[in-house]
């Protein structure tokens, strides 16, 4: 899954966000598993998931916070 701009992420609905930090946590998990066995080739990856992670998980408290005030 390539690094999806916050403007991209916005358009899509709830469930596919849903959807979006379920696959990046398996990913995250994935990766961690491949460090521990000494498998992964590059770190850079960890890093653009745990941040794609948190992109996501802003825009989805952005959304509950703008229903919450309306």
């Known amino acids: 899954m390539a690094r ?3 403007s991209d992420i ?7 966000l849903n959807d979006m930090v379920l696959s990046l946590r398996k990913e995250q998990f ?6 521990a066995m000494g498998q992964q080739e590059g770190v850079a990856r ?3 998931v745990r941040r794609s992670i ?3 998980k802003t825009i989805q408290a952005e959304r509950q916070r703008a229903a919450v005030a309306k």
């Open 54 to 56: 948190a992109r996501v």
């Open 30 to 35: 994935n990766l961690r598993i491949q460090r």
């Open 4 to 6: 999806e701009k916050g």
């Open 10 to 16: 916005r358009a899509k609905t709830a469930d596919e």
């Open 46 to 48: 960890v890093r653009q």
